[in-house]
């Protein structure tokens, strides 16, 4: 990704930090209880884009935004629904 580009996303009631930044460089969100909305931006001097969720089963999802190495990547996890007999 661009190194411009800053994460808008619904941490803390919002953020707008680099991806690079301490306060989220490899960090882990889980929704609903850190990651208050499904939803990512990312926003740069020329443009950027953004990523949403839409489940009807609400099933938890999580971001994690960089890693230890390279703080430029965004991964999105679905964690899966219990069997209910």
Do not use: C
Request: aromatic content about 14%; cysteine-free.
């Amino acid at each position: 990704m661009r190194s411009d580009l800053k994460l808008v996303a619904p941490f803390f009631q919002g953020v707008k930090l680099p991806l690079d930044d301490s306060l989220i460089k490899d960090s882990h969100w889980e929704w609903p209880f850190f990651w208050e909305a499904g939803l990512a931006i990312l926003q740069g001097d020329q443009g950027g884009f953004w990523v949403h969720t839409q489940d009807n089963r609400y099933r938890y999802k999580a971001l994690h935004v960089g890693t230890a190495k390279d703080a430029a990547r965004l991964g999105f996890d679905t964690k899966p629904m219990a069997h209910r007999q």
